[in-house]
C-alpha cells in the first residue's frame, strides 16, 4: 500500500507540473518558437498551368512546346477590421515583342508581374461595396477572369482581338452597390490607370467604365444571368495623330443549371457575350463575340464546345497586316474534354481551328493542359 501511494504522489506530482505547460501550449498554438503570432498569417495558395501544344500552320517555336503557361501564388488575409485583402502573383512566359529593343524577337525566360494588389472595405453602408488597388477591370464575363478559371486554353478570338492578349487591368478605385430590386442586381462604377495594351500608354487619362448584373433564379436548379459593361480610355491612335477616347460596349448572358437528383451529377454553363467597339476612325464594323459550353456528363469528366469571331480588328503592332487595311476577320472553334478528379486539379486536351474570311490566315492546333493548386484558393467567380 506504501508503494502504491507513492506512485500515486508521484504522478500526481508529475500532474502538477504538466498543468502549465499544457496551458501554455493550448495558449501558444498560435505563435511559432521566437513567440510571434501566426494569426494574422494569410491563406497562400498557388496555382499553375503546364501547356503543350502543336500547331499545323504556326511554324513559331511558342506554338509548338511544352512550357509553363502560368503560375499565381495568391495571398488572402483580414487585414483588420475594416479591410481584407488580396495580392496575386503570376510568373508566366515573356515574349520577344513585349521586351524593349527586342521587338519581333522570341524570348525563353519568364515575366513576372502583379495581377492582383486590392483591399476591400468590409464596413460600406447596406448595400454598398468598396476596392480600392489593381484588379481585372470589371467589364463583360471573360475579363475578370483568371487564366485558370477559363473555359478554354486560351481567351475567345473575339476578347482577345478587342481587350488584348492579356485583357484588362488597372490600378483605381471601384465603387458598387446592390440594387433593390426582386431579384439580385449590383451596378458598380471604377476610375483606373489601365497599361493594357488598347490604350495610350503616355497619356495621363483614367479609363471609367462600369457595369450592370443581373440574376434570375429560373428554378431551385438553374440561374440566368446578364450583364451591361462599358468603358471609355485614352486610345492608342497611330504615330501621326492623336488617340482620342476608346471607347467599348458589351452585353452577355449565361445560363447554369446543376442536377439536384445527385452530387457532382450532371451540370451545365453556357455563357454568351458580345462586344462591341467605338472604332476611332469609324474603319469597319468591329465586334467581337463569343459562346462556350460546358457540360458534365459524368461525375470527373466535362465536355466544351465553342465558338468566337472578331470583325474588323485591327493587327498587333508586331504582326504582318493580312488585308490592305490591315483590318481583319476570323472565326475559331473549340473543343475540349477535361478530366477533373478533384477541385485542386484539372487535365484538358483541346483542339481548335482558326480561319480568316479572306483566306489570308489559318491555323489548327492541339493542347495538353495540366492544371493543379497548392493550398487554401478563395472562391471563384460566379
Not at 43 to 69: C, F, K, M
Not at 114 to 126: D, G, L, Q, S, T
Not at 127 to 140: A, E, S
Not at 204 to 215: A, C, F, H, I, S
Request: net charge negative.
Amino acid at each position: 500500500m506504501k508503494k502504491i501511494a507513492c506512485i500515486a504522489a508521484a504522478l500526481a506530482w508529475g500532474a502538477a507540473l504538466l498543468v502549465p505547460s499544457t496551458s501554455f501550449a493550448q495558449e501558444g498554438t498560435s505563435t511559432t518558437a521566437t513567440g510571434i503570432s501566426r494569426a494574422m498569417n494569410p491563406a497562400i495558395s498557388v496555382n499553375t498551368l503546364l501547356l503543350g501544344q502543336v500547331s499545323r500552320d504556326d511554324p513559331s517555336r511558342e506554338a509548338n512546346n511544352i512550357d509553363l503557361q502560368e503560375s499565381e501564388i495568391q495571398f488572402t488575409s483580414i487585414v483588420d477590421p475594416f479591410w481584407t485583402a488580396d495580392l496575386v502573383i503570376a510568373v508566366h512566359p515573356e515574349h520577344g515583342h513585349e521586351e524593349e529593343g527586342h521587338e519581333g524577337e522570341e524570348s525563353h525566360g519568364y515575366a513576372l508581374d502583379i495581377e492582383v494588389a486590392k483591399v476591400e472595405y468590409r464596413n460600406m453602408p447596406r448595400g454598398l461595396g468598396l476596392v480600392i488597388g489593381k484588379d481585372y477591370l470589371n467589364f463583360g464575363k471573360h475579363n475578370p477572369l483568371h487564366t485558370h478559371q477559363f473555359a478554354f486554353v486560351e481567351a475567345p478570338i473575339g476578347v482577345q482581338a478587342f481587350l488584348g492578349d492579356h485583357g484588362l487591368s488597372g490600378v483605381g478605385a471601384e465603387a458598387a452597390w446592390n440594387v433593390p430590386l426582386p431579384w439580385f442586381a449590383e451596378l458598380s462604377g471604377y476610375a483606373a490607370n489601365s497599361p493594357a495594351e488598347i490604350f495610350d500608354p503616355e497619356s495621363r487619362d483614367l479609363v471609367y467604365g462600369g457595369r450592370l448584373t443581373n440574376l434570375w433564379d429560373t428554378s431551385d436548379a438553374s440561374t440566368v444571368e446578364f450583364g451591361l459593361s462599358g468603358f471609355t480610355g485614352p486610345g492608342a491612335g497611330h504615330e501621326d495623330e492623336p488617340g482620342g477616347r476608346l471607347a467599348t460596349y458589351g452585353a452577355d448572358l449565361t445560363f447554369k443549371w446543376l442536377s439536384m437528383s445527385r452530387s457532382q451529377g450532371p451540370a451545365l454553363n453556357w455563357t454568351n457575350e458580345v462586344l462591341l467597339p467605338d472604332p476611332a476612325e469609324k474603319e469597319g464594323d468591329p465586334l467581337g463575340f463569343y459562346s462556350h459550353l460546358q457540360y458534365r456528363f459524368a461525375r470527373q469528366w466535362w465536355f466544351g464546345a465553342g465558338y468566337s469571331r472578331a470583325n474588323d480588328f485591327e493587327l498587333h503592332e508586331h504582326e504582318e497586316p493580312a488585308t490592305d487595311d490591315g483590318l481583319l476577320t476570323v472565326n475559331e472553334y473549340k473543343g475540349n474534354f477535361t478530366w477533373t478528379p478533384s477541385e485542386f486539379s484539372a487535365v484538358r486536351l483541346e483542339a481548335w481551328y482558326q480561319k480568316d474570311t479572306t483566306g489570308e490566315y489559318e491555323d489548327l492546333g492541339v493542347g495538353l493542359q495540366v492544371n493543379f493548386t497548392i493550398g487554401s484558393h478563395p472562391a471563384h467567380l460566379y
